[in-house]
Nanobody, 118 residues
Framework: VQLQASGGGLVQAGGSLRLSCTTS????????MGWFRQAPGKEREPVAAFTWTGSGTTYADTVKGRFTISRDDVKRAVYLQMNSLKPEDTAVYYCAAKKDYFSDYSYWGQGTLVTVSS
């Protein structure tokens, strides 16, 4: 499966952005999807993902209550709605996919930059 992330940009603290990840090449509904981010000088970290049930969600503590992951199997897309953005949310955001819930993510998008100004 090929992934294409978009929707990043520059936003003021307290603002919102919606990231999109469109896919192609395989049966989208059979993949577990997640969002990661990598801030300058830091390691990549998980942000949000769907759980093994396919519909449940999990979030990093730092974004819980502010970010929402969703998916549209008809449009073959996954989204990350980000509200109440903070400067520390500044990072390159990546969408990722895997076939087996208990394996590592093996498909990655190219990343989209989110910059939150104070």
């Amino acid at each position: 499966v090929q992934l294409q992330a978009s929707g990043g940009g520059l936003v003021q603290a307290g603002g919102s952005l919606r990231l999109s990840c469109t896919t192609s090449g395989s049966t989208f509904s059979s993949y577990y999807m997640g969002w990661f981010r990598q801030a300058p000088g830091k390691e990549r970290e998980p942000v949000a993902a769907f759980t093994w049930t396919g519909s449940g969600t999990t979030y990093a503590d730092t974004v819980k209550g502010r970010f929402t992951i969703s998916r549209d199997d008809v449009k073959r897309a996954v989204y990350l709605q980000m509200n109440s953005l903070k400067p520390e949310d500044t990072a390159v955001y990546y969408c990722a996919a895997k076939k087996d819930y208990f394996s590592d993510y093996s498909y990655w998008g190219q990343g989209t930059l989110v910059t939150v100004s104070s």
